[in-house]
């Protein structure tokens, strides 16, 4: 009988951002092999878009233990719980500190566990950029997950061109696309743009977008025009975000019919009739629930907006063509190599609700491999990057080989209550250079 049918899955989900937390949990839910009674375990990895409480209960995903850590506390807490699943929802250099620092607790010596569990990784969303580098930045996971048809073949192509297996690359979708299909237009016809925390990354260019949107409003009276918006001020996800709208509006005087909103997107994209944005991740939540999706031309079709991965998408349209009243209609043949709106009932049917059959088979065959699981070997080591790989560890607290660094946080035992509250006000501090002092600094440079 298959392991996951005889004891529960324990599962554990590192992320450093609400966004990939979400995706890491929902991602852990979709790929467990069937019939398996689930623990899941969040660790937060302690950094400057570690998610507020606020945003935690936005994105709404449940976990049985949650716990805030760093990179060595997080390979301890490993080392000590016998894991079956290890989700890794981090950036490209945190998924290779990780996998360094994982192959080392499960390392021959006396120091490493034997038996170790099945290491996932993947991308949150549209992948338009560094794509080399990120990807070879996660290349030692035992699955590497690809959102779509088309990013498993680009992903597969980069692996094997550099000489790497690209065994580990699965195709799935994107884990939250769900929700009612739209079948008609609401009372009132709502407009949402989905607005990004990096992209564009220009006052000007900011200002601009708010501007026509603010417009648009005004042109539309009897439309309920919004602004969805990913963090308040003070907040980060998983990008950070110099210069939020909340503070641009500030300088405007909308129309009533315009509001900013917060919350899940998939319970404003219940009441949205169009969808307006740069190049969001929202736009593939709206084309899989049949939504009328626009991703912009204003700015210019560019690969640092991320818009470029759109083109054949029949979405890209300008504010003009959207005031004078243009509709898009989304090629189909596109759309399907995305892995949404591929046919049935977005929420369930068509080849979505199959799409992570084979990433699951993967997880169930490597759970029950004789003898347990070889060692990770990611393509980056000391000798084929001893310019790159140790700088990576080091942001994390360890060595070329993988061990902690001295000095680093101590990892068995629970700071006291006059170390914890030092601790909350270095972060505090930390989190402020990040998020206030260094954006203004950067900008001074640029004068």
């Given at each position: 009988?298959?392991?996951?049918?005889?004891?529960?899955?324990?599962v554990a989900v590192l992320a450093d951002s609400d966004t990939r937390w979400k995706w890491g949990a929902l991602t852990a839910n979709r790929i467990a092999p069937e019939e398996s009674d689930i623990?899941?375990?969040?660790?937060?990895?302690?950094?400057?878009?570690?998610?507020?409480?606020?945003?935690?209960?936005?994105?709404?995903?449940?976990?049985?233990?949650?716990?805030?850590?760093?990179?060595?506390?997080?390979?301890?807490?490993?080392?000590?719980?016998?894991?079956?699943?290890?989700?890794?929802?981090?950036?490209?250099?945190?998924?290779?500190?990780?996998?360094?620092?994982?192959?080392?607790?499960?390392?021959?010596?006396?120091?490493?566990?034997?038996?170790?569990?099945?290491?996932?990784?993947?991308?949150?969303?549209?992948?338009?950029?560094?794509?080399?580098?990120?990807?070879?930045?996660?290349?030692?996971?035992?699955?590497?997950?690809?959102?779509?048809?088309?990013?498993?073949?680009?992903?597969?192509?980069?692996?094997?061109?550099?000489?790497?297996?690209?065994?580990?690359?699965?195709?799935?979708?994107?884990?939250?696309?769900?929700?009612?299909?739209?079948?008609?237009?609401?009372?009132?016809?709502?407009?949402?743009?989905?607005?990004?925390?990096?992209?564009?990354?220009?006052?000007?260019?900011?200002?601009?977008?708010?501007?026509?949107?603010?417009?648009?409003?005004?042109?539309?009276?009897?439309?309920?025009?919004?602004?969805?918006?990913?963090?308040?001020?003070?907040?980060?996800?998983?990008?950070?975000?110099?210069?939020?709208?909340?503070?641009?509006?500030?300088?405007?005087?909308?129309?009533?019919?315009?509001?900013?909103?917060?919350?899940?997107?998939?319970?404003?994209?219940?009441?949205?009739?169009?969808?307006?944005?740069?190049?969001?991740?929202?736009?593939?939540?709206?084309?899989?629930?049949?939504?009328?999706?626009?991703?912009?031309?204003?700015?210019?079709?560019?690969?640092?907006?991320?818009?470029?991965?759109?083109?054949?998408?029949?979405?890209?349209?300008?504010?003009?063509?959207?005031?004078?009243?243009?509709?898009?209609?989304?090629?189909?043949?596109?759309?399907?190599?995305?892995?949404?709106?591929?046919?049935?009932?977005?929420?369930?049917?068509?080849?979505?609700?199959?799409?992570?059959?084979?990433?699951?088979?993967?997880?169930?065959?490597?759970?029950?491999?004789?003898?347990?699981?070889?060692?990770?070997?990611?393509?980056?080591?000391?000798?084929?990057?001893?310019?790159?790989?140790?700088?990576?560890?080091?942001?994390?607290?360890?060595?070329?080989?993988?061990?902690?660094?001295?000095?680093?946080?101590?990892?068995?035992?629970?700071?006291?209550?006059?170390?914890?509250?030092?601790?909350?006000?270095?972060?505090?501090?930390?989190?402020?250079?990040?998020?206030?002092?260094?954006?203004?600094?950067?900008?001074?440079?640029?004068?």
């Open positions: 009988m298959p392991v996951s049918a005889t004891k529960t899955l324990r623990r899941l375990d969040g660790y937060l990895l302690r950094g400057r878009a570690t998610p507020t409480a606020r945003q935690l209960e936005e994105v709404g995903v449940q976990a049985d233990a949650l716990h805030e850590v760093t990179a060595v506390q997080f390979l301890h807490a490993v080392r000590e719980e016998p894991y079956d699943v290890l989700v890794l929802a981090l950036v490209g250099g945190g998924v290779q500190a990780m996998l360094h620092g994982l192959g080392r607790v499960w390392g021959d010596g006396p120091a490493g566990r034997p038996k170790r569990p099945v290491v996932v990784t993947g991308y949150v969303g549209v992948v338009y950029e560094k794509l080399a580098d990120g990807l070879l930045l996660r290349h030692g996971a035992d699955l590497v997950l690809a959102n779509s048809r088309q990013d498993a073949d680009r992903f597969r192509a980069v692996y094997e061109g550099v000489g790497a297996d690209a065994g580990s690359v699965t195709e799935v979708a994107l884990p939250f696309l769900g929700g009612a299909a739209h079948t008609g237009e609401h009372d009132p016809y709502t407009v949402v743009f989905a607005a990004q925390p990096s992209v564009p990354e220009s006052r000007k260019d900011r200002t601009y977008l708010l501007n026509r949107l603010i417009e648009h409003a005004r042109r539309h009276p009897e439309r309920e025009v919004l602004l969805k918006l990913r963090s308040k001020p003070g907040e980060h996800t998983t990008h950070i975000e110099e210069l939020p709208y909340q503070k641009l509006v500030q300088r405007f005087d909308p129309p009533s019919n315009f509001r900013l909103v917060y919350g899940h997107m998939g319970e404003v994209l219940d009441r949205t009739d169009l969808l307006v944005t740069i190049s969001s991740t929202a736009a593939l939540e709206s084309l899989h629930r049949r939504i009328p999706t626009v991703v912009l031309t204003d700015l210019g079709v560019r690969e640092v907006l991320g818009n470029h991965h759109f083109v054949g998408s029949g979405c890209l349209a300008s504010w003009d063509q959207l005031d004078a009243g243009h509709r898009p209609v989304p090629d189909e043949e596109w759309v399907s190599r995305q892995g949404v709106a591929t046919g049935g009932a977005p929420s369930g049917g068509g080849s979505y609700a199959t799409a992570f059959d084979a990433a699951r088979a993967r997880v169930a065959e490597l759970l029950d491999r004789p003898g347990g699981l070889p060692p990770l070997a990611p393509y980056y080591t000391p000798v084929t990057a001893p310019g790159y790989l140790p700088g990576l560890l080091a942001r994390h607290h360890l060595g070329p080989d993988g061990t902690p660094l001295p000095g680093a946080p101590a990892a068995d035992k629970e700071p006291g209550p006059v170390r914890q509250i030092v601790r909350r006000a270095a972060r505090g501090a930390y989190r402020h250079g990040v998020q206030r002092v260094a954006p203004v600094i950067r900008r001074m440079g640029e004068l």
